[in-house]
């Protein structure tokens, strides 16, 4: 007979093999619906690792997708963190993505060390503000904040549509919908010139770290952690839930919010509503990857990045659709979950009888 | 003005209302079975992906429209055995697992799709179910031209809601099913297995929702796009509150969203150039939160709904 004996604490080395194993795992089980295609499995996954780490250019274009991914996977492990069940980091990162070209497009005008500042603070807020609203649903009139920021993902998605075909359009953009071009002194400079990579990598790594501080080494973050492990235990001990729930949302719709305006202030300068393939969903992945902790978050985040930009290369040369990658996320996703197990208990076998 | 109401004297806003409604049935009554045997689905959104996909390529390939059903609420059992493995007998996190299976679901569902067809223009299409033309009832006033416009899917899906009720309601496998949602441990002194009815449950609600994927791609349209759930599955989490957790009332609140559906289709051309579509197209989402927000204080939730169950201990 199996039984599962919850641990006092997990060793550091077991949760990071556990997300390496998970890792593996994914690939191992993502060759079963290769194979059946026909296609040269082992080739195939040669193909990804090449195009996502194989050269100087592959490896920058690996960080440029892993940069917003860091800042969603970062939402996502604040919030996962309190039981603040975040789902809405895709339409954050859009709600942030607008703040920027509202902005940085062109309404004010000043020199790089105020505008970059302020674009960066308002799409910080343009995703707390929108997350703020399901915390306090959740918080006021108990409604389920799944459910809530899922849907809000769809709104905000419209709504973005909205602007750029009407107010926010570019006039010069024949006609196709997309807001005019970010001001230079808006835009986060790149970090080698010729290359797409930009300071906003800088900037999530830098985050990733203020995070781990501040989850690890203040009242706050601790109040954060307890209300996430009982929130019962952390009420009736007197923490004031309700505000440790406001302030992870705050964070948690922030850090979202700044994947948008990375993408948009360092990537593509100017907005359309095709910016982001699903990085809002793909940061529950890489938060859970890492295990909820914020120095995780960047590992994790460079696997799933080096997924999607091997996959995209790999489907160039041998014409495997590139959703391959998104059955190797899923997949990593839920080998981690089963993985986490490991971390969580310990597994004993004992024999009938003695227990 | 006038234009705004007639609309709801038109036969055919009141069909599509029920063609609307008749995907978030199935969904909803998927979704308040696993919950009401203490399992919150996530999964919904994929598992419609995968069953629309499963189900028309099932048909494309040559099986009857019927075959095609089948194969869809398979294909739901199947990632349904899957989310109920994981979260009951692991008792692994509700909420990430079924965005997990959603994912999972949806890419294999994509990844099949581009396997199948790797470069075609145009989606390919299958022939469809097709109106019943019942002889009596097509000459009813007023609804006899409303129903004459429903497949067979439709019926089946009004005939779902039924079933559901009475097996929920008045049957010893219903009482144990609310049972193992309410209270485990009772179930567990009746003799009963409190894994087999939880999996059990989210197996039969995850093809119920895989049947409101195929019901789009085999009878209200008759190809497969990407995209095509658009949220339709977290639609269904939301009106499954609404609907506290009773089979008539879902029927009630599918029908409300199907209206209000069809309605705002109607009115973007008559308000169109006034108002952006946006507009319209952001109601069935607002009014999904709002039904949610306006139902949660008194919302009687299944009481070890998202509480993993494990033998011997409290």
Redesign the interface.
Known sequence: MIRFVPRARTPVWLSVAVSIGAGLAALALTAI?LAL?GAPVFTAFALMAQGAAGSGFALAETLTRATPLIFTGLAAAVA?RAKL?N?GAEGQLYAGALATVALGAGLIEAPPYVLVPLVLIGAALAGAVLLLVPVL?KTR????E???T??????VL??V??ML??PMKDEMALGWPQSAPMLDEATLPKLVTGWRLHWGLVLAVLAAVLLHVFITRTVWGFRIRAVGENARAARYAGLPVGKAMALVGLISGGLAGLAGASEVAGLKGYLTADLSPGFG?AG??VA?LANLSPLGVIPAALFVAGVFVGADSMSRAI?V?N??A??V???A??SV??G??LTRFRIVFVRRGTA | MWEALDILTQANFWAATIRIATPLIFGVLGALLCERAGVLN?GIEGIFVAGAMSGWLAVYLGLPLWGGVAVAAGVGAAFGL?HGV?TVP?G??Q???G???T??A???A???Y??AF?NVATPPRIEAFAPLDVPLIGDLPFIGPILAQQTGFTVLAFACVGVLAFVLARTPLGLALRAVGDNPEAVEAQGLSVVALRIGAVMAGSALMALGGAFLTLSAFNAFYFGMI??RG??C??LT?FASWRPGKALLGALLFGALDAYQLRIQTIAGGVV?S??F??LP??F??AA??LV??R?DYPRALMKPYFKGQR
Do not use: C, K
């Open positions: 619906p295609t996962f069940w789902i649903f009139f108990g409604a389920d799944v459910v809530v899922l849907l809000l993902n769809f709104i419209l709504f549509q909205m075909e009407g969903y529950i992945v859970t014409g659709s959703y391959l998104d059955l996320v899923a997949f996703l839920l979950l089963v986490g197990l | 996530l899957l994981l692991l692994l996190s909420h990430v697992t965005i997990g299976v994912l999972l949806t890419s294999m994509y990844f099949g581009r396997v790797p658009n949220g977290w639609v989490i939301a509150v952006p946006q507009i197209l952001m989402y607002i999904s939160i949610l927000v949660a204080r919302a």
